[in-house]
Every structure is written in structure tokens, then in C-alpha cells.
């Protein structure tokens, strides 16, 4: 080709830095397929320890980009003027111009590179390149220096979040040994660092590094806290390049991070960038911004941090040879679940059985087993519209009441010991009306955040006992309603997210004029008048309150601050409130949020389907805050009703929806259901007999049951605290425990029951599956169950007691699937 001709000239003939930039930028521009390209088309390195990061990659006719910074080769006209590595990253030698010739088999593309800045170099920055430096090694790191007692007599900010502290520690603390400008390679903090001397955090730097160097440089310049040019380098953003990555299984992608400051300069900033990925089973991640993608089909997000900027780009690794018919799409959801599921190359599984779908739809919906005759009516109901009226059945049942005041009693911290009984029992009473009134959640929100009153009195009013201070207040409702985890921004800027300390501070301003009253009695009550803007824990100036992202509150009209939050909170724009809601919800019908975890919303953090997401906050809008219409839309949906019974695609697939998921059951429902399968209730300590453990509001009731089997303390606002993880000692308990075999033995169980009818054992069998996994038996089941009856002495009653048994420690009874 001509270009390629001229190119390659200009690289032998060593021309001019701006004639082969020119042709550089005409050979990106030409976009013929099959051309290897490279970005960026020019490199300029300003300084000693500078580097740019080059990304080299070659177009299909589909467009799709193909990685090719690792396998191409380079060779600079002149050696002496800079290197670069195989990883495609450029280094300065000496100030100059030179080509980079970049060749692929028979293709081939030139990049100018000019040198400068090495002679008189630009003082090194304390704030903007010794401190990444340090964050990058994790010097600061809360497992290090920069956890709240610091390490071994040296303290560091978290995440460099307080410059000035950080540079006195180093500089001044210490007798000043550990900078040494007179002699910078005896300075402790690079005697350590490179392991010279004895560190704890082992070695963080190579002598040889340009990091190294760098902070070398900055204590041989007198270790300044400021320099001349801080002031204009301020930096405003990082772009990650590429943002969208497709790769296959095995393949890789190099991404590069440039900063912007706010005069509009570009710095490569690749090597001081941190970099995390959020499902390593998909994607990992180095230290240098290598992506390197598994066999398991899904999307990974690269979370890209440097100083206080974060980023992010989202990496695809489908499956190329699977292709499936698409299933039904009876609600909004489905089509958006088969649009990801196609484009990753992952089959759906089928449809769940009758069975399957009862006992799933039952135990989510209302926490409750149906009963055996529930069960054999449903099985042999022939009509194709039996499941959506089972829906709407469940949803108007007293347990959906029970069984969801019984949830938000956890995440709103309803421990009695601190609320008091009467507190735990008004706000159960409120949470069951709400629920069995098919309140609005919005309404109820509102109800939450601005109660007043006496805290024992019908209303969630005791939430406000346990938060005592307006920063406590406004972080629990922040993650509890907007999914917004802010308490990072408590000490220093989110690492993970655009939340300052001012963020924080002004969200808390709208509690400072909350205050509990005694009543006569002893009760509390909550009074909320006037309040004032709190300071800035750092500067000491007043911050306005204002909600995330928004401007300063205007409280002109309102003698509740909280009024004004609230309006903001329940508005149609808030662009967390109804995401929020809808994603809690999904997170405990589909058994993992699109959103994980469920109450960490942001820019980084994106949701695994972005569209569905998008489409269910609109729909939740749509439906005013209806939580029964918001349910039945899930439950109605294909995607939910699938089988748990993965394909050869989709069985590694955890987090996109393909196969329904197992989930633990809760340690309430676990205990109704042992207890409602063997036909004996359970008598709770100082409560009448038939109360079932979703409707005891007494979260301090001793329970070893409860216990070992994970029922929250009630202590945060987090789902999370809810213990989901199998145990011995929940397997023993299950297997051995005298309390599991007298209700199996009980001579008003099932079990005695059922022995002493007339029913034939095939019967009997039947009756005791329908009982316990809401299904009819297999005949293969039938046949090993009828062993039992054959078994000698035994007698029938032991017979039946040993099926009851075995079906109770069976993997199908322990998990909702």
C-alpha cells in the first residue's frame, strides 16, 4: 500500500516528529480492516520517570477489536532515545525524536516518540505522583500503615486521603530519618520499601523501578510538600481505554488510564492506576492493566482507581458456538434476560416443574411450605392458568405479612434489648399492617424517614433509638433506601466512588434536629425541629446539607429538615430510590441482586443486565411503589420460573439468570418448615402454642436452633448479616439432634399419623414427598422408599419415621430451588 510505503520511509529516513505524526493519524483514520492500529498515534514523554502505555489491536470486518499489544513487535530508529517493552510500554532515555515501527506478520504502522523534560526536569509532586506511589503498593492500604493505629509507630491516611498528614508522618515524624535529602538511597522509607532493611510489608518497590526513581528523585529535590506546578496539575478525570472489552475464553486485552487535568493535559498514568475486577471467575486483572478473561460466560467490571478518581470499563467474555431459541416472553423482564443471555452464547434452561415452581413460588413469596393437600391440588390441577392465580393467591395470604415484616424487622435493626419489647412490637405492628394493606413503599419510606412521636406507640419510630448521632442516621438510611454505602466517606474521599467527606457530612445535616424525648413512663419520643449545618471534620467549615449529588437544601418552608430529604428521596428523578427497591426485591426472588451487593449502587459498580435494571425501576415507578404489582411482575416472568437444573452452557453462569439459583432457607422458615412437614408445632419460650418463627418478633429469644442456624443479631441495616453459609454443625444438628427426632416421633406427628391409617405404604410415601419437597415421588424413589417397609422387625412406624427422616436431611428440603 502506498500509506504503508510512505510510512515506513519516513521510519528508515528518521523524518521529521510532525510529518510521521501526520502520517501516523492518516493511517488510524483510513480504518481498513485488517490494519494493525495503534493508540495513541503520537507519544510524547515529558520527564524522566514518564511512560505511555501503547494499545495495538487489529479491526475485524465485524468490528470487533483483536488485543494485539503483546504479540506485535517493536523497534525504535533510534535505541538511545527511549525503549519499550513487550507489553507495549514506552520509556524516555534521552530528550529526542525517534520512530517506534510497530510490525504484525506482513503490516506494519509507525508512531513518532519525542523525549523531553530529562535535562531540566519538572519537580516531582508529592500530592500527585509520590503519594500514588504509595497507594499503588499498598503502603496505606487499612491492612497497613494506613489502618486507624497505624503500623509499627508509622501512620498513613487511608488511600491518600489527607496529603498534609501523610507528608508529616514521613517527612517530620520519626526524627525525620526517614527521608534523607542529602542522601536519598539511605532514606528508611526506600530502604524499606525495597527491602534493604527488614520491612514487615516485604518488598514494595524494585531498585531498578521507575517508581523507584521517582520517589528518589523527590527526596533528592529536598522532599518538598509543594511544588510550582501542583497548582495546574489538578486533576479533574481518568478515561480508561478500551471502556468496552469482548474477549474469549483465554484471550487478553491491555487497558491504558490517562488523566486529565484541568488545563486540559493528558498523562498516562497506567502503571501508578489501581485496578480491581469484580467476578475473578470471569476476568482478572493485574497490576498492569492486563485483563485476562476464564471459560466461565459473563460480564466482569475493571474498577480503576487513581488518587481520589475512580473509573471503570466492562469486559464480555461470551460463549461463540451456542445459539437457542427464545423462550416466551410473558413480562418486561424476559426479553431483556434472553437479549444478554444471547448475546454471552448462554442457553436458558427450561421451565421448572409443577413441584418445583409451588414450592419455590411458597417459600419466597410467604416463607411458608404449602401443605400436602395444597400441593396434590395444585399437581392435579389441569388449567394452564393455575400458576398465576396461585401468584395472586400467595400475595393476599396473612404469611406474605408475617413472613416481610419479619425481613425489614432485621434491616431495621428491631433488637429488643436496645428498642425495648413494646419498641420491636409497635414496629412489627406497623411493618405487618403495611404489608398486609399493600402500602406503598414509597409511602412507607416517607412514613420511616419522617416519624414523630412517642417510639412505643404503633411505627417504626424505634429506629431512631439505635441511631444516635445525624451522621449514624443518615448513613443507615442512605444504604437502607438508596442502596448508597457513604460510610467510607466518613474519614476520606470513597475509594470507590465520587463521595467526599463533604458528601457525608452534608447528608447528615438534615438529622442535627432530631432528639428523643423521656416521657413520663420512661418511653421515648422523637421530635424533630429546626437543626443546624454540621463542620467539615478536616477544615472546620460549615457544610450545607444537601442530598447525594444534589445542591444545598433549601429549608425556608419546612420546620422538619427531614420533609425536605424525603421529597427528594421519593421524587421520580432520584436516581437511587427506585433502583434500590427494585433491586432488594429481585436479589430475594432470583437469590443474587443484578446489582451485588444489593446496597452498593454506583457508577463502578453497574448492575450485570444495565437495561433490565434500567427497565425495572421504571416499572416500579410505573406501578407507584405497589409492591404486590412489582412482585407479581417477577413472579409471573419466564426467567423466574426457570429450572435450577443447569445446560452444558449455562452451568458454570452465575450471575445472568439462565437457571434458577439454590437458596439457603432462612433459619425461621427452616424451623416452620421441619415443624409443619412433621406435623408438630414448636413451643417457643413465654409464647402460645402455634406461633410460627416468622411471626416472633423477639430476636433475643435463646434458640440453638435460631443460632446455629444464622438468624441475624439485628445490628446492621445490611442483609448481609443474615448467616447463609452451611456449617457441621447445622448438618449434626439435622442429622442428631433429640429436638428434630421428637417431632418425628411425636405421637401427634405425621409420622404416627400416617403409620396408623389405612393408606397403603405407596400412599404413604406420597403423602410424606408432598409433605416435605411438594412433589409426588419418582417411581425409582417409590421403589427405594418402599425398602423401608420390607425391612423386618422394624415395624411400619419405624418405617414411616425413617422416610421422614431421610427426606428431612435431603439437599431438595434444605434449599429453596
Sequence with gaps: MWLEKILVESFLANRSFLAVAVFAILALSAQVYGEIQVRPAAVVLAGPEAAQQLLVFEKSKEGQPTDLTRTVSYRLSRSDIAVVNQGGLVRPLAEGRAQLLIRHQDRQIVVPVQVEGLEEPVPVSFRHEVLPILTKA??????????????????????????????????????????????????????????????????????????????????????????????????????????????????????????????????????????????????????????????????????????????????????????????????????????????????????????????????????????????????????????????????????????????????????????????????????RSAFAENRPYDQMARELLTIQGNTSTEGPGSFYKILEKPDEVARSFSQLLLGVRIECAQCHHHPSEKWSQEDYVGLAGFFTGVTLKTLPGGAKSIVSRGGEDLKHPRTGEPVSARALGAEAADFSSVADRRVVLADWMTAPKNPYFARAIANRLWAHYFGRGLIEPIDDIRDTNPATNEPLMDALAAHMGEVNYDLQRFTRTLLHSRAYQLSASPNSSNEKDFQNFSHASYKVLPAEVLLDAICQSAGVTEKFNGWPDGYRSIQIWDNRMPSYFFRIFGRPARTTVCECERSNQPSIAQALHLLNSPEIMEKIESRRGRARKLAKSELSDREIIDELYLATLSRFPAEEEQQLMLQAFSGGGSGRHAAVEDILWTLLNSKEFLYNH
Design 138 to 431: 499498598r503502603c496505606n492500604s487499612s491492612g497497613c500503615h494506613g489502618k486507624a493505629e497505624g503500623q509499627n509507630g508509622f501512620k498513613l491516611s487511608v488511600f491518600s486521603f489527607d496529603p498534609a498528614a501523610d507528608y508529616g508522618a514521613l517527612v517530620k515524624e520519626s526524627r525525620g530519618r526517614r527521608v534523607s535529602p542529602a542522601a536519598p538511597d539511605h532514606s528508611l522509607m526506600l530502604l524499606k520499601m525495597t527491602g534493604r532493611v527488614p520491612h514487615g510489608g516485604g518488598r514494595k518497590l524494585e531498585p531498578d523501578s521507575d517508581h523507584y526513581r521517582r520517589v528518589r528523585r523527590w527526596i533528592s529535590e529536598g522532599a518538598s510538600f509543594t511544588t510550582e506546578g501542583d497548582s495546574l496539575r489538578r486533576f479533574v478525570g481518568i478515561e480508561v481505554d478500551p471502556r468496552q472489552i469482548v474477549l474469549s475464553a483465554g484471550q487478553s486485552q491491555q487497558v491504558r488510564v490517562t488523566a486529565l487535568d484541568a488545563a486540559g493535559n493528558r498523562y498516562c498514568v497506567t502503571q501508578l492506576a489501581e485496578y480491581e475486577s469484580n467476578a475473578d471467575s470471569i476476568a482478572t486483572v493485574d497490576g498492569q492493566g492486563l485483563v485476562r478473561s476464564d471459560d466461565v460466560p459473563g460480564e466482569v467490571v475493571i474498577l480503576v482507581r487513581y488518587l481520589s478518581l475512580v473509573a471503570h470499563c466492562q469486559v464480555t467474555n461470551p460463549r461463540l458456538d451456542v445459539h437457542f431459541a427464545r423462550p416466551p416472553e410473558p413480562t418486561l423482564i424476559d426479553g431483556h434476560v434472553w437479549d444478554k443471555l444471547a448475546r454471552l452464547g448462554v442457553a436458558p434452561s427450561d421451565l421448572a416443574d409443577d413441584g418445583i415452581f409451588l414450592r419455590r413460588v411458597f417459600l419466597d413469596s410467604i416463607g411458608t411450605l404449602p401443605t400436602a393437600e395444597e400441593a396434590r391440588q395444585f399437581l392435579e390441577d389441569p388449567s394452564s392458568d393455575k400458576r398465576s392465580r396461585l401468584i395472586d393467591q400467595l400475595l393476599s395470604r396473612d404469611e406474605y405479612a408475617d413472613y416481610w415484616a419479619m425481613r425489614w424487622l432485621d434491616i431495621l435493626r428491631a433488637d429488643q434489648l436496645k428498642i425495648t419489647p413494646q419498641g420491636t412490637v409497635a414496629m412489627q405492628r406497623w411493618l
